[in-house]
């Protein structure tokens, strides 16, 4: 994260991984956040943001208010010098709703589970019916050894559970018991997934 604070502005950049951010509002000092294509303008609120799948931010409004602005498309919108900063696309989350972005994909607004989203500060990883890669992608940021998935066959096998952030070898055995993985420590520095026989 990158921290850029002035006598007019609260500026961060999320540059990876996960935060959550109690702001109190200040209207000569504004609040924001960038994490991938988006910035997150704060009115006096809770939220979470999510960066730890490649560029893919997940933000997350806990309570009262943000704006988020849709940065690709204005960085767009300049090169064409067709559209002014108050028209760039924005969305104004409610409390309990996610917004996801990236990329390659339009933002999309979902309900969210406000409990799972924030178990990480309290030490959790919660999934629920979540891809293996995107476990595997979360539970990474906690990993010393990179964790890779070597078959893609089972990327998209989907984990429901529980996680303690400072257990990953208990993780991964977990992982490996409940979708009859193999897992191979390589010289090269990483952690393998393989698929396996169920017994």
Not at 47 to 63: K, M, P, R, S
Request: net charge positive; hydrophobic share 40%; aromatic share 4%.
């Amino acid at each position: 994260m990158t921290v850029q604070f002035s006598r007019t502005a609260r500026e961060l950049r999320l540059l990876k991984g996960q935060a959550r951010f109690d702001v109190v509002g200040d209207v000569e000092r504004p609040f924001s956040v960038t994490a991938g294509n988006q910035k997150v303008i704060a009115l006096g609120t809770a939220f979470n943001i999510d960066l730890t799948q490649h560029d893919i931010a997940a933000v997350t409004l806990i309570e009262g208010r943000v704006v988020v602005l849709d940065m690709k498309q204005q960085a767009e919108a300049n090169r064409q010098q067709r559209l002014t900063m108050q028209k760039a696309r924005e969305v104004e989350l409610q409390p309990g709703q996610q917004i996801i972005s990236g990329a390659n994909r339009t933002p999309t607004v979902r309900p969210a589970n406000v409990q799972q989203v924030t178990a990480w500060v309290s030490g959790q990883l919660v999934f629920s019916n979540e891809t293996l890669s995107e476990v595997i992608a979360r539970v990474n940021h906690y990993s010393a050894v990179p964790i890779v998935i070597e078959d893609p066959k089972i990327a998209n096998v989907r984990v429901t559970g529980v996680f303690n952030t400072g257990d990953v070898s208990g993780s991964l055995e977990i992982i490996r018991k409940m979708l009859a993985l193999q897992i191979s420590d390589e010289q090269s520095g990483h952690i393998l997934l393989k698929g396996g026989r169920k017994n």
